[in-house]
């Protein structure tokens, strides 16, 4: 399965805007606090802590890559210090820490992320799954539904930069 999104980074009145538009249009399906550490690794590798439980997560390709083949496999909300553990033992070390505060709805057939990401920014998601002869198409729907919300599709140079910036200064960032 591949997971095809688009992303941009948002204002908080675009952020307000988009709230309101997706508790109207859309279906709600939760919120959430999310504690994930990225890892030093050959592939994509992070450990992601949410309020019902944890996930080790592997996305083949670069981190802002519109389309990648995901893997995760969820434990219990407890297994995250001992996961974590386990990975450091194995000679992982963190590279990056990210608190986010995610908002999730079902737009359509899409799904909706409104992101508030503590020292790195406001960012809006739009994700599909698909497989593999699909993935040209629904990442022309996502364009289009970004346009129709009024977002400009932010550069993954720019998603690159930003994201170079952040992992340099994160544990000040989140006050380490």
Same mark, same amino acid.
């Given at each position: 399965?591949?997971?095809?999104?688009?992303?941009?980074?948002?204002?908080?009145?675009?952020?307000?805007?988009?709230?309101?538009?997706?508790?109207?249009?859309?279906?709600?399906?939760?919120?959430?606090?999310?504690?994930?550490?990225?890892?030093?690794?050959?592939?994509?590798? @992070?450990?992601?802590?949410?309020?019902?439980?944890?996930?080790?997560?592997? *996305?083949?390709?670069?981190?802002?890559?519109?389309?990648?083949?995901?893997?995760?496999?969820?434990f219990a909300h407890d297994d995250f210090k001992p996961l974590c553990e386990l990975l450091?033992?194995?000679?992982?070390?963190?590279?990056?820490?990210?608190? @986010? *505060?995610?908002?999730?709805?079902?737009?359509?057939?899409?799904?909706?992320?409104?992101?508030?990401?503590?020292?790195?920014?406001?960012?809006?998601?739009?994700? /599909?799954q698909c497989g593999t002869g699909e993935k040209d198409q629904v990442l022309e729907l996502?364009?289009a539904k970004l346009g129709f919300l009024g977002v400009t599709l932010t550069s993954t140079?720019?998603?690159?930069? /930003?994201?170079?910036?952040?992992?340099?200064?994160?544990?000040?960032?989140?006050?380490?």
């Amino acid at each position: 399965m591949y997971e095809v999104e688009l992303r941009s980074f948002i204002t908080k009145e675009k952020y307000d805007e988009l709230l309101l538009f997706f508790n109207e249009k859309g279906q709600f399906l939760s919120e959430d606090q999310q504690t994930t550490y990225y890892f030093e690794s050959p592939v994509d590798l @992070r450990l992601q802590q949410n309020k019902a439980h944890c996930k080790l997560i592997v *996305k083949k390709g670069a981190i802002h890559d519109a389309v990648k083949e995901e893997f995760e496999v969820s434990f219990a909300h407890d297994d995250f210090k001992p996961l974590c553990e386990l990975l450091l033992a194995l000679g992982y070390k963190v590279s990056v820490q990210w608190l @986010r *505060k995610r908002l999730a709805f079902r737009w359509e057939d899409v799904l909706v992320m409104l992101d508030d990401t503590k020292g790195y920014g406001l960012v809006l998601e739009l994700e /599909k799954q698909c497989g593999t002869g699909e993935k040209d198409q629904v990442l022309e729907l996502l364009a289009a539904k970004l346009g129709f919300l009024g977002v400009t599709l932010t550069s993954t140079h720019e998603f690159d930069q /930003k994201f170079a910036e952040y992992k340099k200064n994160w544990k000040e960032l989140l006050n380490f």
